[in-house]
């Protein structure tokens, strides 16, 4: 099976400063990992993906690294803006076609002080 | 340009009714799956489903809890016989190409609640 930890519940920055999630993972078959947005009494909101041949993916404003050697993964904000502010989640998937389930880790909630 | 869609938004029920969830998909999108958080947890999988096929059922109870997709319509989480533990929010997800290893999108739930 696989489990998805989060390393910190919550995380409070000041806005333009960069942000850091962290996650860890259990399982070394696990080969695509997501992040997603979550913002109150809406639904997951995809960021940003990475699969397993790549340690670094670069998006707007975000980045994901993954260390395989370690089961872990990150999300970098840059310029952290009030609008960031949400619960951020990291899924990881073991692959296969046939199956379905993501695996999602608890969240952490950021908050963005003006 | 519409993602899920994902009615009703809220749905109260009395413990013992029935309670059905639909899920349209992404237009485009054949592949959907079901996933049901509680306040302050992640997701957690519970079905996943091609046109008129349940792939993968295996976050899925074994009782009063059944999903569908039909060739024509949305996709059906139907719950039998309430009780309070399945007050949840139920959130679909609809991908363009199967599995767990691509990109899935979500709509913004249905708020379930037993009285």
């Known amino acids: 099976g696989e489990s998805v930890g989060l390393h910190l519940p919550t995380l409070s920055v000041q806005e333009g400063d960069n942000s850091i999630i962290n996650c860890a993972y259990s399982?070394?078959?696990?080969?695509?990992f997501i992040w997603y947005k979550q913002e109150s009494g809406k639904g997951p909101q995809f960021i940003i993906d990475i699969r397993s041949n790549m340690d670094k993916r670069q998006g707007q404003r975000v980045t994901v690294l993954l260390n395989k050697t370690v089961k872990h993964l990150s999300l970098q904000i840059a310029a952290t803006q009030p609008g960031d502010s949400a619960v951020y989640f990291c899924?990881?998937?073991?692959?296969?076609?046939?199956?379905?389930?993501?695996?999602f880790g608890k969240g952490t909630k950021l908050s963005v002080k003006p | 340009n519409a993602g899920v869609m994902q009615n009703p938004r809220h749905l109260v029920r009395r413990r013992g009714q029935e309670a059905r969830l639909r899920c349209s998909p992404v237009k485009g999108h054949s592949h959907v799956y079901w996933y049901r958080q509680l306040p302050e947890e992640g997701l957690k999988f519970m079905v996943y489903?091609?046109?008129?096929?349940?792939?993968?059922e295996s976050g899925m109870p074994k009782e009063r809890f059944s999903a569908e997709f039909p060739k024509e319509g949305p996709s059906i989480l139907r719950i039998q016989q309430v009780v309070r533990g399945d007050s949840a929010a139920y959130f679909c997800?609809?991908?363009?190409?199967?599995?767990?290893?691509?990109?899935?999108?979500f709509g913004d739930g249905t708020r379930l609640s037993i009285l």
């Open positions: 489903l091609q046109k008129e096929n349940i792939i993968d």
């Open positions: 997800a609809s991908s363009q190409q199967g599995g767990s290893n691509q990109p899935q999108h």
């Open positions: 399982n070394s078959a696990s080969d695509y």
């Open positions: 899924a990881v998937s073991l692959g296969g076609g046939s199956q379905g389930n993501l695996i």
